[in-house]
């Protein structure tokens, strides 16, 4: 046989395989690139999820600090001049306190720790002192060290919520 007529039963045979493998190698890039784009799609809506999650625990905590305050102004003003609105409800505390935890940026969580830690601690204050009010009703100086922590700590958790929801940059006032 002539080396001519080897080289070209060479290149048909080459042609040939090649013929049958090249569509098996485009299917098999195909279906990698839609696992890799099924993949990213489920990442994202992981991600949507866990700000979804995010918020709700922000709002949860939000929800809060504003019946801390509602407390706390109460507590700081005379009995007479008391608006004698309702407090709002509060959400539970220890769902609020592990959603955080999971969550939440660490300084927002330690800011959380920090008022649930003043508030009960003005609250303790207050159930040994008893009815301080002049008329029997519960009362504390705004400037007693609890109600100056409490308040203190509202004003942080406040600012690491905003941070955290992008309304505020990091340590803005």
């Known amino acids: 046989m002539d080396s001519t007529v080897i080289v070209a039963l060479a290149g048909f045979a080459t042609t040939a395989a090649t013929a049958g493998v090249v569509p098996v190698l485009l299917a098999r890039r195909t279906e990698r690139a839609a696992a890799a784009g099924r993949l990213h799609e489920r990442q994202l809506a992981d991600q949507a999820n866990i700000r979804e999650r995010q918020m709700a ?3 949860a905590a939000s929800a809060y600090v504003h019946a801390v305050q509602d407390r706390l102004d109460d507590l700081t003003t005379p009995i007479h001049a008391r608006s004698g609105r309702p407090l709002p409800a509060t959400p539970n505390t220890a769902l609020v306190t592990s959603e955080l935890r999971l ?4 300084p927002l ?3 959380w720790q920090t008022l649930m830690n003043a508030y009960n601690l ?5 159930g040994e002192e008893g009815p301080t009010g002049e008329h029997g009703e519960f009362h504390i100086d705004e400037d007693a060290s609890e109600a100056v922590r409490v308040q203190q700590a509202i004003d942080s958790v406040t600012r690491q919520l905003r941070s955290a929801v992008g309304a505020d940059p990091p340590g803005g006032e």
Request: charge should be negative; aromatic fraction near 26%; proline fraction near 7%.
């Open 57 to 59: 625990a922000y709002v």
């Open 103 to 106: 969550l939440a940026p660490w």
């Open 109 to 111: 969580f330690e800011s």
């Open 122 to 126: 003005m609250s303790f204050v207050l």
